[in-house]
C-alpha cells in the first residue's frame, strides 16, 4: 500500500488546493494530509482567517483524503516517518529551492519520494485574501 502525505494551511481553501489533493490521491493508495494548526501559521508570520478546526474539518471532508491530522511543526520526514508515508506531495513553487533541495536529500534517504505538482496559476489563498481586502477598503 502507497501512503502519501501533503500538508498545507488550506485556509479559504480552493481549486487550487483542490487540484493537489486530488492529483495526489491518485497517485497513492492512502491520503494523509496535514493541515497547519493555527499557531504553526503565526509562527510562519501569517494570520488564518478560518479557525483551525473549521480547516481541518474542510480537508477531511474532501473525497480526496482518507485522513486529516493537525500539523504542530515544519518536520515533514517525522511526519512522514510517523504515518509510514513513502510519498510526499508538494506545490513546484518549491521546486528546485535550497531548502527543498535539502528536504529531498533527507527524504530519499529515508526512502520517501518527493512529487511536485504544478501550482495552480492564478489561485492562491494570499490572492484571495488581498482581493477580500480591495473589496473591504471600498
Not at 486530488?22 to 488564518?48: F, H, I, M, W
Not at 493537525?70 to 510519498?87: H, T
Request: aromatic residues 12%.
Amino acid at each position: 500500500m502507497i501512503i502519501g502525505y501533503t500538508t498545507g494551511v488550506f485556509d479559504l481553501f480552493h481549486v487550487g488546493h483542490l487540484n493537489l489533493l486530488k492529483n495526489a490521491k491518485s497517485l497513492c493508495d492512502k491520503l494523509v494530509v496535514g493541515v497547519s494548526t493555527d499557531e504553526l501559521v503565526q509562527y510562519k508570520g501569517k494570520r488564518p482567517f478560518i479557525p483551525f478546526e473549521d480547516r481541518l474539518e474542510i480537508v477531511r471532508s474532501i473525497r480526496y483524503v482518507d485522513a486529516a491530522v493537525p500539523q504542530y511543526d515544519m518536520d515533514k520526514l517525522a511526519a512522514c516517518k510517523k504515518l509510514g508515508a513513502s510519498v510526499l506531495f508538494v506545490g513546484d513553487d518549491w521546486y528546485g529551492t535550497e531548502k527543498w533541495e535539502k528536504y529531498e536529500g533527507e527524504l530519499k534517504a529515508e526512502g520517501i519520494q518527493v512529487v511536485y505538482f504544478p501550482y495552480t496559476k492564478g489561485v492562491s489563498s494570499t490572492k484571495i485574501n488581498e482581493a477580500l481586502d480591495q473589496v473591504r477598503e471600498k
